[in-house]
């Protein structure tokens, strides 16, 4: 594209109201072969609300070749009554109120950009957010503008039997050759980033869900048919996230039919459509045979997820893009809260903070960071982040604390009763917290608007029985952001004795409390019997680095007796960490480590029967990325014998446990449930340590991978049969013709053979940059496949260190090629790997340097997309 050029920037602070509203929006789409045509015929309406009259009717449109364009009946001459404008049509002289007549003609066949329409294995699919929807007609693509549409649906009938939209059907029928048609209408008007089409030829899993009112919906999901039997996880998870929202957010469903769509080829997890939800299959289709119990919990939440979105982000919605986070982090803490009811919230909890912790901190703490509520961007598609979601949704969560559970659910009431209807901003959410509470939130919202993890410093004193605590804050400097204010934190702790029980904090005797921070420095004090160990942060109060120089008893302390899942998690991780540190900076061994861990683990291992899920989270150490952000620079090769030397280290120390716990946690015959799963977990965490000991030669290799062996050979569910095939294969044991018998056995299941790419892809150490060229030379592998370009691309680049930073430069070589590549077929895909490169500046310099060539090597003729990630990363 634009050689070396930047791109157009878009500014927060430029936003204006759109100068025509659309009423209605009638669509006719026509799917041929070969090419589509899409009548639109919008009734445009000047807005009042904008004071300054532009002369000129501006819609957005991209890819689309114009037929003709007719005002009020009346066809308009390119030249003289429009003019194309790049992206834009622009009509000059538009009158106040008019109906507009466009026929453009498309592709869906070509584009593998999966915006707009577009076809994947067979079917006709739409993605529209977040500005698809001028791929498939000129529009006013801006979630502020809301339409009523009608959509008329003509296709080949015998090929597209199905022919679905948003709302409800309204007519049905015959045409000629063969073709049919079906005509939807969508009652609530809605931006059209929230439109979807879909046809094809699909099998359909129906139920139905009585709402609180008493109201029937018809509830479809929709699959190829061969996937009709793995529809089942996904529709019990809808109706209890119907029921759920009902309950706990007073939300009921508004239309008479829900339908779901499982795609394979999509750019993302799921989309929240009206009423007709888009689902990449990753995220909807479960059944034990082919998947993990990981995806099993995926699913569920997704699903729960895109349902939530009818309240929160389609009935109301975001004023302009910045506002992301409005929908989305709401959302996530929505569909978090949900998963901690349906499950453990303790280990849902652990869960969500460490994804939190080791992957949007990283994002935040680098050259990609941003606000939750970004200032400014060049294409919003490059914000659809972690930081947007994921830290989004602990500002929810905080706000969520800070009013106290009947307070946060009135004040949820009054957003979505307010604000029906409407077009919002993240100030509109956190004025209802005000209204509702009476807190003044003015400083809370630096959250939004301020990049960057706070850092929260903890120092303490004891001293003739006052307890003086410390905390101070400081947001480290981010990209364009050098000074940072201090922000309103809510921090819960308790202070425990020496046996580990909580200390009363006042006269009342309560153990816990949440102290508000506001200013740079605070001190608190405390009147106690006896120096405490301080709890800190409990729950993960806010998103913040915490540092306090814990000392090894006080966190074994927490490990055996802190009640608080997220603390106990916390100190067995900076037990690890430190462990880690002693080998990569000081050069003890891992050996030298387990006279101090192995006591602990052994006090977890013995309480392990009491939640084998926990217990799976308390015992695993933290992934080669997790440790290697924690020292600087980053030397991705002695994070890797490190990490690797003191998990087989472990492994062999505690074989006996190991043993012991695979055997019992053996089960009789497959169960989904949570327990079995967590048990499952468990024992998986246990062969994994036998693995890694055997894979060094600590440990008699045949014996356990003869052991390992029997999950794959007689797998009771997929979980056991891939959780075998990885202990094998990353540890280099024995695996006999297994990966090749995997792949023949599962060459028809694409989501099946996904994992058999991501196994190879994830195999640490250098000489796996040569395996994954072979792995993209496969006759399975597909560079139009999103899900397949995740599984070999992005498990090289985002989960393989040892091997993405291979010395010799070879995974940064295959990473620019295939980023190249992939920008030329889908622009989306290729940015949002392209992130993979954003430790840049935290490697040694000679990893540092060839990283760093290879991406400005491709930064010539980047896309759009592409080039705003690149120029972060690149500090362009
Ligand atoms: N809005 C989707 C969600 O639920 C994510 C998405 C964004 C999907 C853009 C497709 C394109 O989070
Ligand atoms: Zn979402």
Not at 98 to 110: A, D, G, M, Q
Not at 226 to 242: E, P, W
């Amino acid at each position: 594209m634009r050689d070396g050029q930047p791109n157009p920037v878009t500014r927060l602070a430029d936003y204006q109201p759109p100068a025509w509203l659309v009423p209605d929006t009638t669509l006719d789409v026509d799917l041929r072969d070969g090419h589509t045509l899409v009548t639109a015929r919008l009734t445009l309406r000047r807005n009042p609300e904008r004071a300054d009259k532009p002369e000129d009717l501006v819609l957005d449109g991209e890819h689309l070749e114009l037929r003709s364009l007719t005002l009020d009946g009346r066809e308009l001459n390119p030249g003289d009554d429009y003019r194309l404008d790049g992206p834009r049509l622009v009509i000059p002289g538009a009158p106040d109120h008019f109906t507009l007549t466009s026929v453009v003609r498309i592709e869906p066949e070509n584009n593998t950009a999966l915006e707009g329409l577009y076809r994947s294995n067979g079917m006709y699919c739409t993605q529209c957010e977040a500005e698809g929807f001028r791929r498939i007609t000129f529009f006013p693509d801006r979630p502020d503008v809301l339409s009523r549409f009608t959509t008329t649906i003509h296709a080949d009938k015998s090929a597209y039997p199905l022919l679905l939209s948003n709302g409800n059907p309204v007519d049905a029928g015959e045409e000629q050759g063969g073709r049919h048609y079906a005509t939807w209408e969508d009652p609530f008007p809605k931006p059209c980033y929230l439109f979807a089409l879909v046809a094809g030829d699909l099998a359909c899993l129906s139920d139905t869900f009585i709402t609180a009112s008493g109201r029937e919906v018809a509830l479809r999901l929709y699959a190829e048919h061969r996937d009709l039997d793995k529809l089942d996880h996904a529709m019990d998870s809808l109706k209890r996230a119907m029921a759920w929202d009902e309950r706990v957010f007073g939300r009921e469903y508004d239309l008479d039919i829900f339908q779901i769509v499982a795609v394979s080829h999509f750019n993302m997890g799921a989309m929240e459509n009206k009423g007709l939800n888009i689902f990449n299959t990753s995220c909807v289709l479960a059944h034990p045979d082919t998947t993990t119990d990981a995806a099993f919990e995926r699913v569920e939440s997704v699903v729960a997820h895109e349902y939530f979105h009818n309240w929160s982000g389609n009935r109301v919605t975001c004023r302009d893009w910045f506002q992301l986070s409005l929908k989305e982090g709401f959302t996530v803490f929505r569909d978090q809260e949900f998963s901690s009811d349906m499950n453990s919230r303790a280990v849902v909890r652990v869960e969500n903070v460490d994804f939190l912790v080791n992957h949007q901190f990283p994002e935040d703490q680098g050259p990609m960071a941003h606000p939750v509520r970004p200032a400014a961007y060049q294409k919003i598609d490059n914000f659809y982040t972690l930081t947007v979601y994921e830290k989004g949704a602990e500002i929810v969560r905080m706000q969520h604390e800070l009013l106290g559970a009947d307070d946060f659910r009135r004040a949820t009431d009054l957003y979505f009763e307010r604000f029906d209807g409407q077009a919002v901003t993240c100030d509109d959410f956190v004025a209802c917290m005000e209204e509702v509470s009476g807190l003044d939130l003015a400083q809370f919202k630096r959250w939004y608007s301020q990049a960057g993890t706070p850092v929260l410093t903890v120092t303490d004193d004891y001293r003739d029985g006052e307890y003086r605590l410390t905390i101070e804050q400081h947001t480290p400097a981010t990209p364009g952001e050098p000074d940072k204010q201090p922000l309103m934190i809510p921090v819960k702790l308790a202070l425990l004795d020496g046996q580990g029980r909580p200390l009363p904090l006042d006269d009342q005797g309560r153990a816990e409390t949440v102290v508000i921070l506001r200013e740079t420095r605070e001190a608190l004090s405390f009147q106690l019997p006896e120096r405490p160990t301080p709890s800190l942060l409990r729950g993960f109060s806010a998103p913040v680095s915490l540092r306090y120089d814990f000392s090894e008893e006080q966190l074994v302390t927490l490990l055996a007796h802190d009640t608080d899942g997220f603390c106990r998690w916390d100190a067995a991780q900076r037990l690890y960490f430190a462990a880690l540190a002693r080998i990569i900076d000081d050069g003890e061994s891992a050996a030298d480590q387990l006279p101090r861990l192995t006591p602990v683990l052994e006090r977890v291992i013995a309480r392990a029967d009491e939640d084998p899920a926990q217990a799976a989270l308390l015992l695993g150490l933290p992934t080669e990325n997790a440790v290697g952000d924690r020292h600087t620079p980053l030397r991705p090769q002695s994070v890797h014998q490190a990490v690797s030397g003191l998990r087989a280290a472990i492994g062999e120390a505690l074989a006996e446990h190991w043993w012991r716990l695979a055997k019992d946690l053996e089960a009789d015959a497959y169960q989904g449930d949570g327990a079995a799963m967590g048990r499952r977990r468990l024992r998986r965490l246990a062969i994994a340590y036998l693995a890694a000991a055997a894979g060094q030669g600590a440990l008699d290799a045949d014996q356990v991978a003869d052991y390992v062996a029997r999950d794959f050979d007689q797998p009771d569910c997929m979980t056991n049969a891939l959780g075998a095939l990885r202990d094998l294969v990353h540890n280099g044991l024995a695996q006999n013709g297994r990966l090749e018998a995997f792949a023949e056995r599962w060459a028809d299941e694409p989501l099946v053979m996904d994992q058999w790419f991501a196994v190879q892809a994830s195999v640490p150490g250098p000489d796996t940059v040569a395996r994954a060229e072979g792995l993209l030379a496969h006759p399975a592998f597909e560079w139009t496949l999103p899900n397949r370009v995740r599984a070999v691309v992005g498990t090289l680049v985002n989960g393989n260190p040892s091997a993405f930073h291979a010395p010799d430069g070879s995974g940064y070589a295959l990473f620019a090629r295939a980023l190249k590549k992939l920008d030329g077929i889908n622009p989306q895909i290729a940015a949002r790997l392209a992130s993979g490169g954003a430790r840049l500046k935290r490697l040694e310099p000679a990893l540092a340097d060839q990283l760093g060539a290879a991406l400005r090597d491709i930064r010539p003729g980047a896309s759009a997309n592409l080039a705003e990630v690149l120029d972060r990363i690149l500090g362009a």
